[in-house]
């Protein structure tokens, strides 16, 4: 779960449900995701570039969808 208030959010690199939902998301077609504490290997290997991708695409379709409902 994602929750608001969750300390865990304040834990240095951690992934949380976001990242660990990608990783399930994409099934066996992951290379990366070493696990939702460790999202700094990701990054550090080149592994997460799928995520941040997803990430940017899913941000830019509700931006998109934003300016249509205005």
Wanted: glycine letters at 8%.
């Amino acid at each position: 779960y994602d929750l608001p208030w969750s300390p865990t959010k304040y834990i240095p690199f951690y992934g949380g449900a976001d990242h660990h939902d990608y990783h399930h998301y994409v099934g066996g077609q992951s290379h990366s995701n070493f696990a939702s504490v460790f999202t700094y290997c990701d990054f550090l290997y080149g592994t997460d570039k799928g995520y941040r991708y997803h990430k940017k695409l899913v941000a830019k379709m509700k931006d998109d969808e934003s300016e249509k409902m205005q």
